[in-house]
């Protein structure tokens, strides 16, 4: 066990999980459509979200790591079949090669484990898939604007339902997108033909997870290998994995001075890091760095939650938080809405919790903003945003400085 008790040993374990996402680096995996490929196959899944006062979490967690990135890339990649959607610990585009991977959960789904709904309806689903096979692709929209009564077909919600059941089982994929509107197809003309499709066992699954986990994350917990699956036979496999791979010393566990335990490839903390620069970047709340709300705060002592979900009166920071990082440590976040018919992007409040530390000095000051008005152009160019405003910022003696460095971008 080594033990992590001096700051500039805990820098390190930052950088090497920093790294690991690819947010050290200014161009880690390529750019364009091939770099957000290499960055999907690297990272194992993009977590896809709804929710859109900023640049939607899946595109918004590729701008943040491949240079000349557009939105209109995922989808070519899903329509080529160098992804697929389906669920890792939640929505998700995943590597194509990895789709073996999703079977356990389909083949669960199909013998009765409930994802989302309780009941079927067996008939309708056959049903569906008769209509699919025979007139093709089907967008859940296409229920909802057929006018012609088959069977229950002019009760959309149960026909939704028997679609996206059908997904989650297996039976069809996602083939492309339009927008937010998936189009559904049968499996077997969606998948390439050469992927393999062998369920795997849970032994198989366990070292896929366990040497996904470590290539993008650096150093995890045994908890994070898993997280939120609650697939028993994977996790007891995990276990058992670990153990022997500490007991054959190719990995190795670190202690922090909270007592939390990570586990690292044997000889990661002596091998030679990158330099963390002074880009600060903006990221998604749904980004794979701090999904692991738990991780993030033993690891960077960064205590975040997305407060969307939580009653306004009780909000921190506001709506749709966005993480700040900058030199290799979370320092504030943003509460922000892009605002697309007028181009104007809306920061309704910026925090920097380190500036409100009597001991920080003028100097530290003006970087930390400095860095964080750098930063906006590019994101503000993505948001498809041409002017931005600040309504508050804490600390409050930070609010003209930084209003003052927003007068002088240039977009």
Not at 101 to 114: R, T
Not at 212 to 223: A, D, E, F, P, V
Not at 279 to 298: A, C, E, Y
Request: proline share 4%.
């Amino acid at each position: 066990m080594i033990v992590i008790k001096q700051p500039r040993r805990l820098a390190r374990l930052r950088r090497l999980a920093l790294s690991a996402q690819g947010l050290l680096q200014t161009n880690a995996f390529g750019q364009g459509r091939v770099g957000a490929l290499n960055a999907i196959n690297h990272l194992g899944y993009v977590q896809i979200d709804t929710i859109s006062v900023v640049e939607r979490a899946h595109h918004h967690v590729l701008s943040a790591r491949v240079p000349n990135y557009y939105p209109q890339m995922l989808n070519e990649l899903l329509r080529s079949g160098d992804v697929f959607e389906y669920w890792s610990h939640a929505a998700a585009f995943l590597p194509i090669a990895d789709y073996r991977f999703s079977l356990p959960y389909k083949k669960a789904i199909k013998q009765g484990q409930v994802h989302w709904y309780k009941d079927t309806d067996a008939k309708l689903m056959s049903e569906l898939l008769a209509r699919i096979t025979i007139d093709g692709p089907l967008k859940s929209r296409d229920l909802e604007n057929d006018t012609v009564k088959r069977g229950l077909w002019w009760d959309c919600k149960p026909a939704k339902k028997a679609l996206e059941q059908l997904y989650m089982q297996g039976d069809l994929m996602v083939s492309h997108r339009q927008g937010f509107q998936k189009s559904y197809d049968l499996t077997e003309r969606v998948l390439p033909s050469h992927i393999n499709t062998n369920v795997p066992s849970a032994e198989e699954y366990a070292v896929h997870m366990l040497d996904q986990q470590l290539r993008c994350h650096g150093l995890i917990s045994l908890k994070g290998i898993t997280y939120l699956r609650k697939n028993l036979p994977l996790r007891h496999a995990v276990k058992q994995l670990v153990a022997q791979r500490l007991a054959d010393k190719t990995l190795e566990q670190v202690e922090l001075s909270n007592k939390d335990v990570f586990l690292v490839e044997a000889g990661a903390l002596e091998r030679r890091l990158l330099n963390v620069n002074k880009h600060m970047q903006i990221l998604s709340p749904f980004d794979n760095s701090v999904i692991q709300r738990d991780r993030l705060k033993s690891l960077f002592e960064y205590d975040y939650k997305i407060e969307c979900y939580v009653p306004a009166i009780k909000r921190q920071y506001g709506y749709f938080c966005l993480p700040l990082l900058y030199r290799a440590r979370f320092v504030g976040r943003i509460d922000c809405k892009a605002h697309r018919k007028d181009k104007h992007l809306e920061i309704k409040a910026l925090f920097f919790n380190e500036l409100a530390n009597p001991s920080v000095n003028n100097t530290d000051m003006d970087e930390l903003i400095h860095a964080f008005v750098a930063a906006l152009p590019n994101f503000m160019r993505f948001q498809q945003c041409h002017s931005v405003s600040l309504t508050k910022a804490f600390p409050e003696l930070i609010m003209q400085k930084v209003r003052n460095e927003l007068k002088q971008l240039e977009l």
